[in-house]
């Protein structure tokens, strides 16, 4: 899928599910995210599953720090609830393959813990940092995440009806 189709299919519709940390910029970074983890295609990792969503998250890695941390453990705990997963590592894990709700809830989550406010939009310097020791990739490409962001930016620009209140995080 395309950076504006995922945006609409997956960002846009998801979002409001944590409504009092969504901003433009937290959407715009979860877009990046997906689109260098999965290229806005994948919900599992290829090829071996190590990795699960559209954001690639590994059971050891962001799903557990979101279960765990006493930040978010109790916020990841209502949706799950809502959502209908049982509790637990294994059944959160399996069920964000297919549930978009609950894996951008634990995207957003795993950047919520970070105590740094979320890069401005348009900062691809501090966006690429941000994300590079937030998020851990095994493989980080500088040069792929500055593709994908710059497919990104421009549809969370003024006007360009990607939603948001567009304040900062």
Not at 106 to 132: F, N
Request: glycine share 8%; with cysteine; net charge negative.
């Amino acid at each position: 899928m395309d950076a504006a189709t995922f945006l609409h299919t997956i960002i846009e519709p998801n979002a409001p599910v944590l409504a009092t940390m969504d901003t433009a910029e937290a959407r715009c970074l979860l877009h990046v995210t997906a689109g260098v983890e999965s290229a806005w295609t994948y919900r599992v990792q290829k090829p071996v599953a190590y990795a699960h969503s559209y954001w690639q998250m590994e059971r050891r890695g962001a799903a557990i720090e979101v279960l765990t941390n006493d930040i978010t453990r109790g916020l990841f705990d209502e949706i799950r609830k809502a959502q209908g997963v049982g509790p637990g590592l294994d059944m959160v894990f399996d069920a964000i393959i297919d549930d978009d709700r609950l894996a951008y809830a634990m995207a957003r989550l795993r950047y919520w813990i970070v105590p740094e406010p979320l890069p401005a939009i348009g900062d691809l310097d501090h966006t690429w940092h941000y994300y590079v020791t937030t998020w851990r990739p095994g493989k980080p490409d500088p040069t792929r995440f500055g593709e994908v962001y710059a497919q990104c930016v421009p549809l969370f620009k003024p006007g360009a009806g990607a939603g948001g209140p567009g304040a900062t995080a």
